[in-house]
């Protein structure tokens, strides 16, 4: 009758932490995927701008394009983008993507193993 009592007031489901994990994984190698995905674009997008400068075919404002940098990703505004400004703006993506999961720390875990591998 103990054991019985104990096994139905277990807090920790199994199935929920594999689920929370798999979840995580899936969504840390999406974000890892993504984000060289993303590197690969902006850098073929410089190189293409810098290639027609180069031949005077266009103008690049990159003082403009630095102003749109800032303004997106410098969170605390005191002109230039920090570590912290980053930090903030990971910080929202956590918040985003945990949003509602009762699963919280396990996804967590997940995600880390999943961009880091």
Partial sequence: ???SETRESNV???GEIAFGTVLGVCTGYFIKKVGKLLMFMIGLGFVCLQYLSAKSYITV?????????????????????TKRDINTKWQMLIRFLTHNLQFKSTFL?????????
Avoid at 64 to 78: I, K, L, S
Avoid at 109 to 117: E, N, S, W
Wanted: charged share 30%; no cysteine; proline share 0%.
């Fill in 61 to 81: 404002h990159w003082d403009r394009m630095a102003q749109g940098y800032n303004r997106e990703f410098d969170v605390d505004q005191d002109g230039r983008v």
């Fill in 12 to 14: 920790v489901h199994k």
């Fill in 109 to 117: 875990v997940g995600l880390y193993a999943g961009i880091r591998y």
């Fill in 1 to 3: 009758i103990i054991q």
